[in-house]
């Protein structure tokens, strides 16, 4: 393999290769195989010419055959314009690469979806929209990834308004299902209703603003955001369009201090910024409150701390710690359910579907330390596919009524 | 799987699935899988989070480091629009697909190379141009296939001028590089040498233009190409860019008639169009003549009857006849070379490399009707690559010198 170093490279590789991380990804983690044999001349005569003309012949005729006689039904765009890479920020579509790689890989493992990574050397909202419109006839579904806000919201938007296949902002919605998930539980395990939940959010960006639409959605009682000035509401006069929008839908109370003085009193805090939350903060919320400090590699507060300030419920974004709120718990089987029940869109009732699974997944078992299931549970992805298939046709956006 | 049809579906497939090339395209022919298991927490934590940010990390300073930690080393988009399929013509990309699977899956079985398939809905040149572009990041080569003239020409040539990966238009290029193989040793075995051959060619679209080229680049004698309205020459007025371009280095003879006209006394014809070539014309050939018909799948001359008429040595696209003249021949170990030797492009001397390396695989079974190797042969590939890779590296393409 030629690598655009010098014969040095020996010893150039050799230091990054102390790192386990490094040497499993040479040459990277996925690979593109026929699922056919081809062993002779007959066998190429059908899967290629001239047996494929035939079935090309009868796509041109009929196009929804794809659905059929393609890999188009089970493929799907992970898109990025690696903007907003983990928690590494923006560093450019090559080096966000190996995350996307990651996420096919997860896709396939947990799903058995075939994802193909597209890392865009643009950042321009027309120029994504129109590259992935162009690229997407021969894929099922796009998800896109690690592109930062506000710019997610409008390519999402304008994409699904194009496209007659699912696009789907993991970033949003699936860390959104997955929290919505935990926090069913978690009230439950508390003894609250969702209704009487008020939650306070540390971020505003992709993540936050999903998680609060998705809770509203859910039929939380109150939430609130805060971003780096302070609680958004309808006092602030600098948000942006969907900070603004959001202004209208949140913050029932009208809050207008800064994050510390919203979480006074709160059920629930859902960290999903990049600050730290002291422990008295915490020591002033509601009794046996609910902690989501997702925040990774660092939670805004650690869940030793957490739960010695009195929270019942602590959950982070690791997973060495009790209650991973992991987007894989999420994202394989809401696409296999849509790819699968032919959906057009993935709705707000496809989402809270899959919360409701993922949620029901823990059963008996639930406890403080346990309010979301293991993602290796081997039930976990063909339930959340048919619960986000029913709420499809429920929905009506299945591509036959 | 649902397909967009109502339960009347069952049929209406069976019908197509009596033919078996369509059971075998259910749900497509390729699929993308991890390279690497991930069986826990733990294998997570190395090939996702947080492990595989310290390899974006490391790639985010070092770009050049995707070569080695990521697929991008092994990793090819196929791109089509459609307009150009097998015989079948503009056919739109979701008819392509198939083909391109089909492509992608020989890439892997003779080349192990990964392939993604770029079925584009748009046929404007700006538009493909700046939208393989931007996909291109994650990608170590680009396959242009059925692409229709003359704007195949142009997108193949600036998305080399803008990218620093091979570009290969295998209709072109993959054809040509077959055809030279196939002439070198048809002209051993008549016993000519190429620098006293004239060849007439039928058809000067993205295959003829390039078969000429190479021809040319190969040291044949003389080429003489005809389209539709007559062999193409200094005196024609109608010419596009690429064949007044051409006029100027074929036809030395300064033949002003027809295809036929053109073939009196030629050693070789080679057709690369959807015409027919009758037995009386092939008579006036030279003696020992070569007969090249590519048409797919109904040969300008069946080889039955060019042999009768006296030519020596027959070839065609089809599998079911002796000298198949097969693309896949080439563009594996033309890409495996260009790859794993880390060329920027891929030259006129790559391709002659090529050509010479197909055709000496032959060896001392040259007869007539053995002038190309078989596409199973086990060396092929290997063979191929290896001379690539001197020529690119004598050529001043690779990387790094």
Known sequence: MHTGHDPADHDHFAAYDEDPAFPLHVRGKIEVRPTVRVRDNAGLALAYTPGVGRVSQALAADPSLAWRYTWKSNAVLIVTDGTAVLGLGDIGPVAALPVMEGKSLLFKEFGNIDCVPICLDTTDVDEIVRTVAHIAPAYGGINLEDISAPRCFEIERRLQEILDIPVFHDDQHGT??????ALENAAK??????SDIRVVMSGAGAAGVAIANMLLAA???DVSLSDRVGVIGKHRTDLTDVKADLAERTNRLALTGSLFDAMRGADVFVGVSSG???VDVVRTMAPEAIVFSLANPNPEIHPDVAHAAGAAVVATGRSDFPNQINNVLAFPGIFRGALDYG????????KLAAADAIAGLVGDELAPDYVVPDPF???LSATV???VGMAAIHDGVVRRG
Not at 189 to 194: A, D, I, K, M, N
Not at 343 to 350: Q, S, Y
């Open 176 to 181: 959104a299902v997955v929290v919505t998930a």
């Open 189 to 194: 395990v508390t003894g609250r209703e969702l």
């Open 219 to 221: 039929g939380v009682g």
């Open 276 to 278: 730290t939350v002291p």
């Open 343 to 350: 959906a057009k869109r993935i709705t707000e009732g496809m």
């Open 377 to 379: 549970d081997p039930r």
């Open 385 to 387: 596919a048919h619960a």
